[in-house]
Antibody, heavy 118, light 107 residues
Framework: EIQLQESGPGLVKPSQSLSLTCSVTGYTITSGYDWSWIRKFPGNKMEWMGYISYSGSTNYNPSLKSRISITRDTSKNQFFLQLNSVTTEDTATYYC???????????WGQGVMVTVSS | DIQMTQSPPSLSASLGETVSIECRASEDIYSNLAWYQQKSGKSPQLLIYYASSLQDGVPSRFSGSGSGTQYSLKISGMQPEDEGVYYCLQGSKYPYTFGAGTKLELK
């Protein structure tokens, strides 16, 4: 069974960096698919942040400009999110998910709530 | 970015009632549209992909239709477990974009 699990700090100070890990079991992230980060803001708005592909290429939402980086550790079957210079507007629940095609995220993590506050 | 306009923002349905949720894209997305259900405290679950294909394990009362810029999700016979927030998502162009969500409650 394929499972994704997010981990990371639940509280980050403004101007600092947010770092999250997605651990994948049941499937090797270098075998296929794109591996994404998605967030849900308070009030239900959802935003796709970006992905790292099975080959290691990345694609980011332009709204995040140069603040975002998605990397991976293939030896641990994990991928990571780093979001720099966070503000209170980055407070959200962050999900990792596997992307197949045509808008299809077929496996999701359970989500991790991150609050940006001093 | 492709804008996804989802309606209605909320709706209340009686047991067994048929419910429809609409999404309109700001440009043609060539059926690259998925529907998700999110229950409180849980991650989103894929219901429909490629506009009308039912994900494995999803009850057949869920169906999707549409093409071009107009898409809809229908629930044929509301059940208590169908309460939640429903989202459409376009996967035609980067960045992928979601609708604003529809909160569905049992009346």
């Amino acid at each position: 069974e394929i499972q994704l699990q997010e981990s990371g700090p639940g509280l980050v100070k403004p101007s600092q960096s947010l770092s999250l890990t997605c651990s994948v079991t049941g499937y090797t992230i270098t075998s296929g698919y794109d591996w994404s980060w998605i967030r849900k803001f308070p009030g239900n708005k959802m935003e796709w942040m970006g992905y790292i592909s099975y080959s290691g290429s990345t694609n980011y939402n332009p709204s995040l400009k140069s603040r975002i980086s998605i990397t991976r550790d293939t030896s641990k079957n994990q991928f990571f999110l780093q979001l720099n210079s966070v503000t209170t507007e980055d407070t959200a629940t962050y999900y990792c998910a596997r992307y197949e095609y045509s808008g299809t995220f077929d496996y999701w993590g359970q989500g991790v709530m991150v609050t940006v506050s001093s | 970015d492709i804008q996804m306009t989802q309606s209605p923002p909320s709706l209340s349905a009686s047991l067994g009632e048929t419910v429809s949720i609409e999404c309109r894209a700001s440009e043609d997305i060539y059926s690259n549209l998925a529907w998700y259900q999110q229950k409180s405290g849980k991650s989103p679950q894929l219901l429909i992909y490629y506009a009308s294909s039912l994900q494995d394990g999803v009850p057949s009362r869920f169906s999707g239709s549409g093409s071009g810029t107009q898409y809809s999700l229908k629930i044929s016979g509301m059940q208590p477990e169908d309460e939640g927030v429903y989202y459409c998502l376009q996967g035609s162009k980067y960045p992928y974009t979601f609708g604003a969500g529809t909160k569905l409650e049992l009346k």
